[in-house]
Structures are given as structure tokens and as C-alpha cells.
């Protein structure tokens, strides 16, 4: 069962547009959410992450949108560029487990057309 | 800044033989998390480390096992390898005794098993 549901599967935008990647969660525990990027054959690098004592979050680019209520957040991608193109996965944890293991979620390929 | 470090980067065995991945962590991080990657999936936890100690356990095979050493640095040993074992082994740091949930990716060892 996956703990963590991400849509879409795969979206193409053109360069400049925003593309909005979803995520949901169950588990009212999880209270850490990251956004990590990875390029084909390497490994992840953390975007961005937040904490759900917020409801968004930005650096440079990358917005995180967090509705605790709805146990829903989203990546949006500001003006975004071919460089861009990669697979971005949500993950959440949370401190109840001690060690922070991060569940992932299916990922989104995104390809940002020139 | 000092990234993960991971050796070997690729590493080709034959089906029943055994396989040592190593993990260099962030200098002053004092958690190691593993993950296994197949091919179009997400990372999956395998096991963690805090401080030379196992912290949590996955998804991870009897026939693996892990530890940490004193320099930190930590190693995943692979026992009776099978053709579906072939994937990207990840490690990952933080530094979750400071409570600091962030974690970081290695570049990943990508083990292909025939």
C-alpha cells in the first residue's frame, strides 16, 4: 500500500509554464514532507521540504503548498526550464518513527519543452 | 560542500555471489539511511543507522546486512545475490541526533546482478 500518493505520473509543459506536481498522505503522524529531484542513473537531491505548521513554503523557483486538513500538498515550479526536466518524487516521514525513514512517493516525470 | 560518498559507482556480480557497498557520510552527520531504487520506481528504505547503532529497519532481505562504523562511515553486504537484488543502492545522511530531518543522497551504486 502506498503511503503516499503522487499524481501526475508524467507531465509535459512548455518552458515558462508552472508545472504542479500533487501529493496525499494518510498517516496524520508523517510531519516532515521534502521534494527531491533525480536525474536519470543519480541520486536524489532535496529540493525543498516543509514542516505542517505552514501552508507554504518557497525557494528561488520551487512553491510547497501544504493543506494540513486535507493531508494534501504540492510542488509548483515557477517559470520553469528544459534544465528542469527530471523525475521529482514527494516523500514524507515523521520524528514518531526516531530516525526520520523517508516514504516516497511514486514520482512524476516531467519534461519542460523548449 | 562535502556530499555522500558511495563506492563502487557500478558494480556487476554474478547471481549467488556476495557484494559490499560503502557509504561515506557528510562530514558530522550522524545517520545513515539505505535505500534500493529499481528501475522506474522509488527508493525504498532498507535500513538506518544513528550513531553505529540500527535504527529502523525495511524492506531489507535476510540476506542483507548492514552496519556503521566508528569513523561513521557504513557498509551494506550482500549475501546470495538474485537477479532481481540488481538495482540502485542509495545511501543517504542527516544529521537526526541535532533534529534535523533533512536527508542527503549519494550518488548511488548501481549494482546489476546476471
Known amino acids: 500500500q502506498q503511503q503516499v500518493k503522487q499524481s501526475p505520473q508524467s507531465l509535459i509543459v512548455q518552458k515558462g509554464g508552472i508545472p504542479i506536481i500533487n501529493c496525499a498522505y494518510e498517516n496524520t503522524a508523517f510531519d516532515y514532507f521534502p521534494w527531491y529531484q533525480q536525474f536519470p542513473g543519480k541520486g536524489p537531491a532535496l529540493l525543498i521540504a516543509?514542516?505542517?505548521?505552514?501552508s507554504e513554503k518557497k525557494e528561488g523557483r520551487f512553491t510547497i503548498s501544504f493543506n494540513k486538513s486535507a493531508k494534501q500538498f504540492s510542488l509548483h515550479i515557477m517559470d520553469s526550464q528544459p534544465g528542469d526536466s527530471a523525475t521529482y518524487f514527494c516523500a514524507a516521514s515523521g520524528s514518531w518513527t526516531g530516525f526520520q525513514k523517508l516514504v516516497f512517493g511514486t514520482g512524476t516525470r516531467l519534461l519542460v519543452s523548449p | 560542500a562535502a556530499g555522500v560518498i558511495q563506492s563502487p559507482r557500478h558494480l556487476i556480480k554474478e547471481k549467488r555471489e556476495t557484494a559490499t557497498l560503502k557509504c561515506y557520510p557528510i562530514p558530522r552527520h550522524d545517520t545513515v539511511y539505505w535505500y534500493q531504487q529499481g528501475p522506474g520506481q522509488d527508493p525504498q528504505f532498507l535500513i538506518s543507522?544513528?550513531?553505529?547503532?540500527?535504527?529502523d529497519k525495511g524492506s531489507i532481505p535476510d540476506r542483507f546486512s548492514a552496519q556503521q562504523f566508528s569513523d561513521y562511515h557504513s557498509e551494506l553486504n550482500m549475501s546470495s545475490l538474485e537477479l532481481g537484488d540488481s538495482a540502485l543502492y542509495f545511501c543517504?545522511?542527516?544529521?537526526?541526533?541535532?533534529?534535523?530531518?533533512?536527508?542527503?543522497f549519494g550518488p548511488g551504486t548501481r549494482l546489476t546482478v546476471t
Open positions: 543517504a545522511s542527516s544529521s537526526a541526533g541535532t533534529g534535523a530531518y533533512e536527508q542527503y
Open positions: 516543509i514542516r505542517p505548521d505552514v
Open positions: 543507522f544513528y550513531e553505529k547503532m540500527q535504527s
